[in-house]
């Protein structure tokens, strides 16, 4: 049983390339969710999707966009990709509201 | 504006001694309180959780204590391990489905 899978581990950009970040889950989840982790800053919500189909801005939406087409897939996009971007990228999934996440083990990306 | 405050920022404890971590919240629609734990490298996974019509809750070494008047709560590690050192955040979900997490505390227990 794989979880959460997200791709790639690892991505080095340079500012204002573009890039997509994929997440997967295959536990049938509704909600799906995309996270930054900045030291001293804990997770932040960047944007989530309580399903198919559909997507909302959480705490720091500004400079990435998502996509929900399938439910198992949660796509995560930078359009310009710039330095503040750099960050620990989190996705995250539930089968319902008031339920605890299951996250993916993190995309760490570098903007240059 | 951050709405689950969490301290302290790192804690030291011995190992058999108690961890105590503690959380704040401001938003009285909060409804389900989890705790994560994250190693280096990994996700964080859930580590236990409580719903505000309890005051406690207890799962082996792990108890979260609850205080709704005070909008407080805390989570203790009784007996802690080297094998507990980590972060850990605390959260909040509200009723508009989000998740708003504690800037995270990293323990370290001695051996």
């Known amino acids: 049983n794989a979880g959460v899978t997200q791709t790639p581990k690892f991505r080095v950009l340079k500012t204002g390339q573009s890039m997509t970040l994929l997440c997967a889950q295959d536990?049938?989840?509704?909600?799906m969710y995309w996270y930054r982790q900045d030291p001293g800053m804990g997770l932040r919500l960047i944007h989530y999707?309580?399903?198919?189909?559909?997507?909302a801005k959480g705490e720091v939406p500004d400079g990435y966009n998502v996509s929900r087409l399938k439910k198992q897939n949660f796509l995560l996009g930078l359009e310009s990709a710039a330095p503040s971007q750099t960050s620990v990228y989190f996705c995250?999934?539930?089968?319902?509201?008031?339920?605890?996440?299951?996250f993916g083990s993190g995309t760490r990306l570098t903007v240059v | 504006q951050q709405q689950v405050k969490q301290s302290p920022q790192s804690l030291i404890v011995q190992k058999g001694g108690i961890s105590i971590i503690n959380c704040a919240y401001e938003n009285t629609a909060f409804d389900y309180f989890p705790w994560y734990q994250q190693f280096p490298g990994k996700g964080p996974a859930l580590l236990i959780a409580?719903?505000?019509?309890?005051s406690e809750k207890k799962e082996g070494r792990f108890t979260i204590s609850f205080n709704k008047s005070a909008k407080q709560f805390s989570l203790h590690i009784m007996d802690s391990q080297p094998g507990d050192s980590a972060t850990y955040f605390c959260a909040a979900r509200g009723r508009d489905d989000k998740i708003i997490f504690g800037k995270g505390t990293r323990l370290h227990i001695l051996p």
């Open positions: 999707s309580v399903g198919e189909g559909t997507t």
């Open positions: 409580i719903r505000p019509d309890v």
């Open positions: 536990m049938n989840h509704e909600y």
């Open positions: 995250a999934s539930s089968y319902a509201s008031r339920r605890g996440y299951t």
